[in-house]
């Protein structure tokens, strides 16, 4: 006979609101689609012409954002219905039933996406949110950062009439 021993922990992981990931959620779906249709725009103007590097630098940098933004949805989605009984489940998931029996509550964070059993004798452990989201999140904001830096060096050397060598071809 197996017995459930719940430990005396929050209601809700402390830290997380179900109302602001969902606010959360909502705000990045709306951020990925427009981006997209922006990046489609963009292609689409710049049919007539050849493609430069520019286009591609910043349409690799507008696509690494819509691939963080949904990486970090992805995570968020782990936790936003989580309740006391869902965030034991995690907790015995993560660490077995002999740790979560020693659970003394829960922590959470949103940037870096984290659900945290606490333990009683001190120390905690990570649940619930797959271990690779952190580690893709990082990647992908600095490829995010590097081509949007890309994109904004090739810009200037445009300005300055510095023309790379598939736009001289079209100006003579």
């Not at 507008?62 to 869902?86: K, P, R």
């Not at 060598?165 to 079209?170: D, E, G, L, N």
Request: aromatic share 8%; glycine share 10%.
């Amino acid at each position: 006979m197996s017995q459930r021993i719940f430990p005396q922990a929050s209601e809700t992981a402390g830290g997380f609101s179900s109302i602001a990931l969902l606010f959360i959620m909502l705000i990045g779906a709306v951020i990925v689609i427009s981006l997209i249709g922006y990046l489609g725009s963009s292609v689409a103007r710049r049919e007539q012409g050849p493609a430069g590097h520019r286009l591609w630098l910043r349409a690799s940098c507008i696509l690494s954002i819509c691939a963080a933004i949904c990486v970090y949805l992805w995570g968020a989605l782990h936790v936003l219905f989580m309740e006391d009984v869902n965030m034991r489940e995690a907790c015995v998931r993560a660490g077995g039933e002999a740790k979560a029996s020693r659970v003394d509550g829960y922590e959470s964070s949103y940037v870096p996406l984290r659900f945290t059993c606490r333990i009683s004798e001190g120390g905690s452990y990570t649940a619930a949110i797959p271990p690779w989201i952190n580690p893709a999140l990082s990647g992908l904001v600095s490829l995010a950062l590097l081509t949007g830096v890309a994109s904004g060096i090739t810009r200037n050397d445009f300005k300055r009439g510095d023309a790379v060598p598939s736009q001289q071809k079209r100006k003579a």
